[in-house]
């Protein structure tokens, strides 16, 4: 399966490229950056360690694209709704790892999806799949006297709060509970805030250091405390699940998908 990156030279895009290279069934078949990136021009082989390949990094993505089968894309909102347009015009299968997307954002996404396979998620790790499931069904089972709080610590570097993932797991948290996360979560406290509103589902956001990516979900309720938790210890792990998904998504209609059709866990919602 010929599969393209774009935002390549960045630590998810070299992390993608490795990836790529490292499976059976795919290769690269371009790497894009934005116009007047520093690394434009380079070989994505030598840019990630290995042999040269002879496929320099270029501003232009249409050659790339119709030459692909797929494109891996963890950018920016702004430039995923572009790679998106194209990606639907070529036909080819579009796996995002972008965060930071506004539900406007996301129905131009579905716009896209009408003509090609969107594969789309907050994480594309396994076992955040899975704690996502297992968060649901906690919130489910546990009764309104434990309160939900999500926590999560990333990298200094890092720009949009919370993480794709915190929201993945608060909207997995709000589902079991039949809540609207966007009526019930709280996302900011300062100053007197009053009692917890009955209900909420709280986040907590921390930035420091080089951490990949730390989530947990708390349950507290009454003498007692249920914690599930995922630590991410290297991004190569998301970048795997990028290429496991675009493999998945090669054949597929036309719509939108997630990472847990594709790890075989929509059904256990």
Do not use: C
Request: charged letters at 20%; proline letters at 3%; glycine letters at 12%.
């Amino acid at each position: 399966m010929r599969i393209a990156v774009v935002g390549a030279s960045g630590r998810m895009g070299k992390a993608l490229i490795a990836a790529i290279l490292d499976t059976d069934g795919a290769t690269l078949s371009g790497a894009i950056e934005r116009e007047g990136a520093a690394a434009l021009g380079q070989d994505a082989g030598s840019l990630v360690g290995q042999p040269s390949m002879g496929i320099a990094l270029t501003d232009d993505p249409l050659p790339v694209f119709a030459a692909s089968d797929a494109v891996l894309d963890f950018t920016a909102p702004e430039a995923t709704l572009h790679y998106a347009e194209l990606a639907a015009q070529a036909r080819i299968v579009h796996v995002i790892g972008t965060t930071g997307m506004s539900e406007d954002d996301d129905q131009k996404l579905n716009a896209a999806a009408r003509h090609a396979a969107i594969i789309k998620s907050g994480n594309m790790s396994l076992g955040v799949n899975l704690l996502a499931v297992l968060v649901k069904q906690a919130a489910k089972a546990l009764s309104a006297d434990f309160d939900i709080e999500v926590l999560e610590m990333h990298h200094k570097a890092k720009v949009d709060a919370p993480s794709g993932t915190a929201l993945l797991l608060g909207e997995s948290a709000a589902d079991g509970r039949g809540l609207n996360l966007q009526e019930d979560g709280v996302f900011t406290r300062h100053g007197i805030t009053g009692p917890r509103p009955e209900g909420a589902i709280g986040f907590a956001t921390m930035r420091g250091g080089s951490v990949v990516g730390d989530h947990s979900v708390l349950f507290a309720g009454p003498a007692e405390r249920i914690t599930l938790s995922h630590h991410a210890e290297d991004r190569s792990l998301f970048a795997r699940g990028a290429v496991k998904a675009a493999l998945w998504g090669y054949g597929k209609k036309p719509g939108r998908y997630t990472m847990q059709d594709v790890l075989g866990l929509a059904d256990s919602n």
